[in-house]
């Protein structure tokens, strides 16, 4: 693509070659630096349109690169890359808005796959700006000239002017002594037209847009000002009607919307990647598959939608559930892959995981993660209050983590960990209806269970 200018920052000299490899192979106008602080000068002296970066560089380092770059040129695409899973500063690369972000070593062609989809919005983008420009110019020849014309007192045309007939379709003769509704258009709602006369009956003059039908059926969008005529005894003589064609820049608008609508679900989607590989980084880490995540977060928006929730909520709760454990990133290694029982001191410490995923979450600003910090500390809350940590009972525990904690103790029944073996579903049945008003909340537990074949059904798929 030889529109797309891309800047690679990155120390590690055999990480850059490969990135330069891949790049090359993709665009033609390619610039690496060696650090952060490279970067952002050869940025002060450049335009570029994406800019790759790893976290940990010498200088600067390639969050406040990230930063930096946001704060002169919003529209300039990041992605980001680390070698190490640092959930510090994770939620501050989510608010940044960044288009894309990897752990390493990188999948080649999920990079690939992202920096197109990145290329291709961002041609997108450029053709939009330069359309706009075409269309401020448009507008400048089309302000020029108006499209006119009178009615009497009733709305009976008077007169047109020769634009009003070139885009309406009709002739003078076909206008004049016709109801001005003859170019209404079936689109337009009755309101509009009642606002427009309250104002001219009230002498006051009318400005919106509308859409008209031409006598071909076709349509087109005028920005109109109607103007009452007063006489000389204060009285509505008749109303002049100046407009002008907006059709192309109304089009274009529209057209934008939906474009911009499609780029927020991008962001949105990116936002999901990355919440879902930080999951995962906590289920390896506990050796667990990472398959674990994506089961719960199923789990959690099958049952939110069984209880009532409605779809955003529902989806909102599938995409925050997969961080439910990543606090157990600060629990160590020989506590978190212990075959044996824990004993009271590292049980303790075990159960400091979901403090910690709260702590980790709770200051961004993203619904999203503020959704996540309440599952990653109240999964583990019980509904009979001995639960933890904070120890709430019924109704205290949010929703969210009432229905987390079933789906993820659902699968971890009924699959293999460390420290046991995958129980049968009889088994798993029975558990829950002893726990029922014990560890988990009834009514939800009660819907849980009536459509358990459900659950086991999708759990099956998943495992295919």
Not at 49 to 73: C, R, S, W, Y
Not at 438 to 459: A, M
Request: proline share 3%; hydrophobic share 35%.
């Amino acid at each position: 693509m030889k529109d797309i200018k891309v800047l690679c920052a990155e120390d590690h000299l055999k990480t850059k070659e490969l990135y330069k490899e891949i790049l090359e192979n993709l665009f033609e106008n390619i610039t690496c630096a060696s650090d952060g602080e490279e970067a952002k000068n050869l940025f002060l002296k450049n335009s570029f349109d994406i800019i790759i970066t790893d976290i940990n560089m010498p200088k600067l380092n390639g969050l406040e690169l990230a930063k930096f770059v946001k704060q002169n040129h919003k529209d300039c695409a990041i992605i980001i890359t680390s070698a190490y899973s640092d959930f510090e500063i994770l939620s501050e690369v989510i608010d940044l808005g960044v288009d894309g972000y990897f752990l390493k070593p990188i999948d080649s062609q999920k990079f690939i796959d992202k920096l197109l989809s990145i290329a291709n919005k961002i041609q997108i983008s450029k053709k939009s700006r330069h359309y706009e420009a075409l269309l401020r110019e448009y507008k400048d020849a089309i302000d020029q000239s108006s499209i006119v014309s009178k009615t009497d007192t009733k709305g009976i045309i008077t007169y047109v002017n020769d634009s009003f007939c070139k885009i309406s379709g009709y002739t003078p003769e076909e206008l004049l002594k016709k109801p001005h509704n003859i170019i209404r258009h079936p689109d337009m709602p009755s309101s509009a037209f009642k606002d427009m006369w309250g104002s001219l009956k009230s002498k006051k003059p009318w400005n919106g847009l509308v859409k008209n039908l031409k006598k071909d059926g076709g349509f087109y969008y005028v920005n109109a000002h109607v103007v009452p005529i007063l006489n000389e005894n204060d009285e509505v003589e008749e109303y002049i009607a100046i407009r002008h064609d907006i059709t192309e820049l109304e089009s274009y608008k529209r057209n934008l919307e939906d474009k911009l609508t499609q780029s927020t679900k991008e962001i949105v989607n990116t936002q999901k990647e990355i919440i879902q590989t930080m999951g995962q980084v906590a289920e390896k880490r506990s050796m667990e598959t990472g398959a674990h995540v994506k089961r719960v977060a199923t789990y959690s928006y099958m049952l939110a939608r069984l209880i009532g929730l409605n779809e955003d909520e529902a989806k909102l709760l599938e995409q925050a559930s997969p961080m439910h454990d990543i606090g157990k990133v600060a629990i160590p290694d020989q506590i978190l892959n212990k075959k044996g029982p824990l004993t009271e001191d590292e049980r303790k410490e075990m159960q400091t995981h979901t403090a910690v995923g709260y702590e980790l979450l709770k200051h961004s600003k993203r619904e999203l993660l503020q959704t996540a910090a309440i599952v990653a500390h109240e999964h583990h809350e019980f509904w009979n209050g001995l639960g933890y940590p904070r120890k709430l009972k019924g109704e205290e525990i949010h929703i969210y983590g009432r229905i987390t904690a079933i789906a993820d103790v659902y699968d971890a029944l009924g699959h293999d960990r460390v420290y046991k073996k995958a129980w049968p579903i009889e088994k798993i049945i029975s558990y829950f209806q002893d726990e029922l008003g014990e560890q988990f909340d009834p009514k939800l537990t009660e819907i849980f269970l009536k459509n358990i074949d459900y659950f086991e059904v999708t759990r099956k798929n998943f495992e295919k």
